[in-house]
């Protein structure tokens, strides 16, 4: 994991302090957070989710490079699951923010 992902740790008493996944395996700590999961067929390296978000970032509402990189990114950092971001289904009411990809067409 690299520097992208950071938890706050107990440590010495407190909370005060961030620190980053790979700064507490160097410490050899491994709070639950950092540890694999399983759920039925499904297993992740770690505990940590991204939560899904509609970010618009989706010109003429097709996604993009800068979107796969922007997901990658998060991905290399040590994310065990991401939920990626909302889309528009094929129904004039489904949404009317600019920008937000379709799940529909070409």
Known sequence: MDGLVAVICWLHGNYSRLFYAKQLEELGLCPPILTPFIINQLELPNRIVMAPMTRNFSPDNIRGDNVAAYYRRRAEGGTGLIITEGTY??????????????????
């Open 89 to 106: 289904v094929n129904h004039p009411s489904a949404g009317a923010y600019e920008n937000v990809p379709f799940f529909y067409g070409e």
